[in-house]
């Protein structure tokens, strides 16, 4: 059973916000890149577009835990960090999923997806949540 976001910091997963999403790198060290993610109410989880030629891709092959952190562009010391795993990764073979990211963050999609044949949907199921105003 996925950890359950503060309702006070909803929001932030519901705003189309950009994420730091964090993995560790096989020599231990941390790994960052921003990113879009799209929060699953239902199901508790947040779910990202990513490739399979990046280096995240491949640390996740040995390593699925991972943190996201959102920050709050109107006040800059309120954030909602997740700590979690990936817990699902499904290829996006037409590019779909990024698609309908891109209408969430730009208001429109590319028509065709240049790396369509290389990407996949990530899905963080969290374990903990950590909010501060």
């Keep these: 059973m996925p950890a359950t976001p503060p309702a006070s910091h909803l929001d932030l997963l519901e705003r189309p916000l950009l994420a730091s999403f964090a993995t560790v790198r096989p020599d231990g060290a941390p790994q960052l890149v921003p990113m879009w993610f799209v929060w699953d109410g239902e199901r508790g989880v947040a779910r990202f577009t990513h490739t399979k030629v990046r280096s ?74 950590r909010a501060a105003e």
Excluded: C, M, W
């Design 56 to 129: 995240n891709y491949r640390v996740l092959q040995t390593d699925r835990h991972v943190a996201l952190l959102v920050i709050d562009p109107d006040e800059d010391q309120r954030y909602l960090s997740i700590r979690g795993a990936i817990t699902d990764i499904e290829d996006d073979p037409e590019g779909e999923f990024f698609k309908g990211l891109q209408v969430r963050y730009t208001g429109e999609a590319d028509e065709v997806i240049a790396d369509r044949a290389v990407r996949v949907i990530l899905t963080l199921t969290p374990e903990h949540f």
